[in-house]
């Protein structure tokens, strides 16, 4: 019996897996669309389907949630305009949210309509294959690659190349589709660790060796409910080109692929095959993978600025051009926004627009000469480049509205409880809050300053929605993971309990009450 196998004889993923490879359904939606999802083989509906990113949402049956692929967080404006169309033929039930891997997600989607919205994506160059289950997860890069005059490597081409290697293209490669688990990679090229690289599977941190422009590489970074790592040294430079990058990335993956432990879901990432080889060996197999000398790591990496948040008006490394970022309050896009953003980046800018890990968007390439028009904009009135100091750095993964892992609603709580605070209280900087409404961790909590994770909690004999405080998480230079400080807050008292956390802590100051 093959580990595999034997893996299948115990876990029901395995299983399914074995018995048919999850791609298998990109040949078989035309056949879904006629006979109509209640048909469906349950498997097929409920797991195989995310393979090619169509995910059935136990919350609004019938009504399907689409993860697209967005390599480096970018898409044009005529790529927008197509997801703002797709979505809004769906009219209430239609939305968009920007992820927390700078990725768009698409709501409302009926199964029936899948063949022909895969014909539009795949005209439009995007693809939404791969996208769930055991793949690799949309790939990240600094939001500013390109831009900014103080970037190390510009990562575009590097993402792109990996998810073409990975995806076959965006035409699917089998290769890649029956991982152990889920599976997250992130080339940062910036000075300020934009992507939170350390929580990736793979991280690619820019490093001089020897006077040398590459990369350091991480390894085994993620979250799960069970347990929260960081990522590891590999001790490996490499230098900023694609074969080599995309070489690493593939021997990876195989040797996760072939070797990564299958039997237990919740021990199935890769840090847990890291931790049963050690990192030498790891490494060792790696290399014997690639085919070619790997470098050892060197001294030191580059990520030595605070993070930045990217709203605002910057000037670009290009004289007299800009980019500007709009605060999208926690990633929730309706079509009208998303038509409109797509618009204002076509005449303003170069017909581009960037995602952010925080959720938020980017219009690059505005000149000098039309950034006031740009910034009168009705659209800048929702997406402000200036929001109050709590909302500006708020994070929410999707919640009870549509996720059935969900322990408690996050998005528009989140959202109500910043603008309360931030009416109440001044604010000497920002304070990045992050919700997650389970313990699988999509909002990462751990890398906020205030983290909250959803759970239930008892209040006079009832059971009620509650939170798990983080704190202590930083990003960009020297970034570590929060921890859990205070179980069970119940959500109605969060207002009372974050406000006393805020003046403590992050030296807020009540509002004085204006006299009328
Ligand atoms: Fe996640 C599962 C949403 C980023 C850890 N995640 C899910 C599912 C698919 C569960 C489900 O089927 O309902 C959620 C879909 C809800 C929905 O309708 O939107 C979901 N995850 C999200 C997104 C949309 C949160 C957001 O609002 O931005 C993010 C999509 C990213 C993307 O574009 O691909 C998202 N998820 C993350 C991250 C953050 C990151 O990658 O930086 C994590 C923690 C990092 C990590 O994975 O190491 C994360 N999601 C999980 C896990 C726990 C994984 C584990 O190893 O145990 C699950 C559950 C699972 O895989 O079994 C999960
Ligand atoms: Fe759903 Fe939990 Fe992920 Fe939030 S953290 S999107 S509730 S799985």
Known sequence: MTSTQAAAAKNKFERFKAEKDGLAVKDELEGFAKIGWEALDKTDLEHRLKWVGVFYRPVTPGKFMLRLR???????????????????????????????????????????????????????????????????????????????????????????????????????????????????????????NSVHAEINDIAFVPAYKDGRLGFNVLVGGFF??????????????????????????????????????????????????????????????????????????????????????????????????????????????????????AQVAEVYGSSEVRLTVEQNAIVPNIPDDRLESFLSEPLLERFSITPEPLERALVSCTGAQFCNFALVETKSRALDIARQLDAELELPKG????????????????????????????????????????????????????????????CEELPGVLSEILIEKFAAQPRVASVQ
């Open 70 to 192: 967005m390599p480096n967080g970018i898409l044009s404006s005529a790529q927008l305009q197509v997801l703002a169309e797709i979505v809004q033929r769906y009219g209430e039930d239609g939305s968009a949210d920007i992820t927390t891997r700078q990725n768009l997600q698409l709501r409302g989607i009926r199964l029936e309509d899948v063949p022909e919205i895969f014909a539009r994506l795949h005209a439009a160059g995007m693809t939404s294959m791969q996208s769930g289950m055991d793949n690799v997860r949309n790939i990240t890069g600094s939001p500013m690659a390109g831009l900014d005059a103080d970037e190390l490597i510009d990562t575009r081409a590097l993402v792109k190349s990996v998810q073409d290697m990975i995806t076959a293209a965006g035409s699917g490669n089998p290769a890649f589709t029956n991982l152990p688990r889920k599976f997250n990679i992130a080339i940062e090229g910036g000075r300020d």
């Open 224 to 341: 799960s409910a069970k347990r929260c790592a960081a990522a590891v040294p590999m001790d490996v430079w490499v230098p900023p080109k694609e074969d080599i990058v995309v070489s690493l990335c593939r021997a990876i993956l195989l040797a996760y692929r072939d070797n990564g432990l299958r039997a237990n879901r919740q021990k199935a990432r890769l840090m847990w095959l890291i931790d049963e080889w050690g990192i030498e060996k790891f490494r060792a197999e790696i290399e014997g993978a690639c085919g070619f000398a790997l470098e050892t790591a060197a001294p030191e990496d580059e990520i030595c600025w605070e993070k930045r948040d990217c709203l605002g008006v910057h000037a670009q490394k290009q004289p007299g051009l800009n980019y500007v970022g709009l605060h999208v309050p926690v990633g929730r896009l309706q079509a009208q926004d998303m038509f409109e953003l």
């Open 431 to 490: 304070v990045r809050m992050h919700w997650t409404g389970c313990p699988n961790s999509c909002g990462q909590p751990q890398v906020a300053d205030i983290g909250l994770m959803g759970t239930k909690t008892r209040k006079d004999g009832k059971t009620v929605e509650a939170v798990d405080l983080y704190m202590g998480g930083k990003v960009g230079k020297d970034a570590q993971l929060g921890n859990c400080v205070r179980k069970a807050i119940p």
